[in-house]
T-cell receptor, first 110, second 114 residues
Framework: QKEVEQDPGPLSVPEGAIVSLNCTYSNSAFQYFMWYRQYSRKGPELLMY????GNKEDGRFTAQVDKSSKYISLFIRDSQPSDSATYLCASLNTGNQFYFGTGTSLTVIP | DAGVIQSPRHEVTEMGQEVTLRCKPI?????LFWYRQTMMRGLELLIY????????DSGMPEDRFSAKMPNASFSTLKIQPSEPRDSAVYFC????????????FGDGTRLSIL
């Protein structure tokens, strides 16, 4: 079992839709959780960063962590074609080791 | 403000050849990471350095892989001899401090071994 599991999709939504991207993780020692966005033929770029449980909002993006169920979510409101990318979740354990999900491919159709 | 710079962007070579990938981290960053990305396994950490010293190379798949960081502004990842299963996108990332600081990725080297 991988440390972080992510549905690869692909996910296709119309412009303006609310998008929900999800990951699960196996290690209860994980404390920090991140979402990266990766455009085609580019490197991942940090999108959201949260510590422990709870929500964090940044513009149209909301990251949510539920440590009781080991569930990580990213919500995108009013999705735009420019949001089309692969989204990777990542978790960090107490030993400062990063674990990435395999990524979910998202396409927002104009 | 230059980001992480990787070269070459694309590499196509025959099985058995030596491959060298290069990375220039962001100036002032003291951590450097090498990752490999494939469709099947996603992003995998191969090795990381702190202040030019290799800290954890447990992700290096085989002895055919080696990495060096001779100074704070340059690192190489070498595969010798290369095999078709090494085909992947290799990313270099750097950060100011591991863990709580975000990793900044380069645009990767797309490697194809024929």
């Amino acid at each position: 079992q991988k440390e972080v599991e992510q549905d690869p999709g692909p996910l296709s939504v119309p412009e303006g839709a609310i998008v929900s991207l999800n990951c699960t993780y196996s290690n209860s020692a994980f404390q920090y959780f991140m979402w990266y966005r990766q455009y085609s033929r580019k490197g991942p770029e940090l999108l959201m960063y949260t510590y422990s449980s709870g929500n964090k909002e940044d513009g149209r993006f909301t990251a949510q962590v539920d440590k009781s169920s080991k569930y990580i979510s990213l919500f995108i409101r009013d999705s735009q074609p420019s949001d089309s990318a692969t989204y990777l979740c990542a978790s960090l354990n107490t030993g400062n080791q990063f674990y990435f999900g395999t990524g979910t491919s998202l396409t927002v159709i104009p | 403000d230059a980001g992480v710079i990787q070269s070459p962007r694309h590499e196509v070579t025959e099985m058995g050849q030596e491959v060298t990938l290069r990375c220039k981290p962001i100036s002032g960053h003291d951590y450097l990471f090498w990752y490999r990305q494939t469709m099947m396994r996603g992003l995998e950490l191969l090795i990381y350095f702190n202040n030019n010293v290799p800290i954890d190379d447990s992700g290096m798949p085989e002895d055919r892989f080696s990495a060096k960081m001779p100074n704070a502004s340059f690192s190489t990842l070498k595969i010798q001899p290369s095999e078709p299963r090494d085909s992947a996108v290799y990313f270099c990332a750097s950060s100011l401090r591991q863990g709580h600081q975000p990793q900044h990725f380069g645009d990767g080297t797309r490697l194809s071994i024929l």
